[in-house]
């Protein structure tokens, strides 16, 4: 296998034509083998549910390169099931774990010299997507769907990397309602959450920090990951929301955090709590933890990293989270999953 030629230490979170992605039809009511395919673009109805009424859903996850050579996914059995709950939230039919997985192994061994080296601290992206194909002109679930598997080697989401950013408490948009798709993972969500995002960095933040859209009183997440605090006794919490999206990698630090002896908890989070935590973090597959510096809310600011250090418990869940990925540390709850190629 030779590898391609990219600078790997300074990618970014940006699309990259790789050789291959892989496509799978839903028609009369089953799925037909998935093809590989060189083309990025997807010839389409104009009338197609998802370009009208927004019946599309996608999964993020990684791919790693680890320490003795092997090429392995994170947690993938996860992102097959929110994708099974996206799916069915929408009415769209869901796609077998089964399904995604072979999608997963093909799409990946097709695209072998895109898996960025060990230690460059880049990884390959997969993105699975599926779209209602079939025109629709009233409102109603489409009749022919496509399931596609996408991959490109990616740097860190935050532009810093493991480099502490600003939030800011968005107190007007909300992302999603509390009994809507915020807890699945549907590109509407993302339109909605561009007002908020776009505002947070025009007025100098990196990214927008959603309050409960019903009461406006309690965290949700932040646009693209999800939230935790430390307390002063050093617990990590995390909002329980029915709005937020339930993430793998914040599941995965629950997870990490009890190993390391801390009693995590997921409840419902007061917005003036943030002033009691002593460290917080945004964590997601694209933000990995994302370690956060400071959080602003109406015109009060709290510093957690005064010196723009990742602060002691960020560092020491990251450290864990991406030891397990890499293979350097034992993967003792099954999380990693060896790709044949
Ligand atoms: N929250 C939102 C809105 C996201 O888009 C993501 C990314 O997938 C996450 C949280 C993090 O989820 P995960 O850790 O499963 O990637
Ligand atoms: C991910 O972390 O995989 C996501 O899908 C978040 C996205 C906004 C980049």
Redesign the pocket.
Known sequence: MQRVDLDWKNLGFTYRKTDFNIRYTWKDGEWGDGVLSSDEYIPMHMAASCLHYGQEAFE?LKVYEQKNGDVVVFRDIENARRMIRSCEKIYMPPVPAAMFQDAIDRVVAANRRFVPPFGTGATMYVRPLMIGTGPRIGVRPADEYMFIVMVTPVGPYFKAGFKPVTLVVEELFDRAAPNGVGDV?VGGNYAAGLRASIKAKNNGFTEALYLDAKEKKYLD?S????FFGITKDGQYVTPASSSV?P????MSLIQIAEDMGMQPQRRAVPVEEIFDFVDAGC????AVITPVKSITWRDREVVYCADDNPGEYCTKLYNRLVNIQLGIDADVHGWIRKLTL
Do not use: D, R
Not at 247 to 250: H, P, V
């Open positions: 993020g993972k997440e646009g693209p990951a999800n999206l993430s793998i990698t914040n964590c997601g597959t694209a």
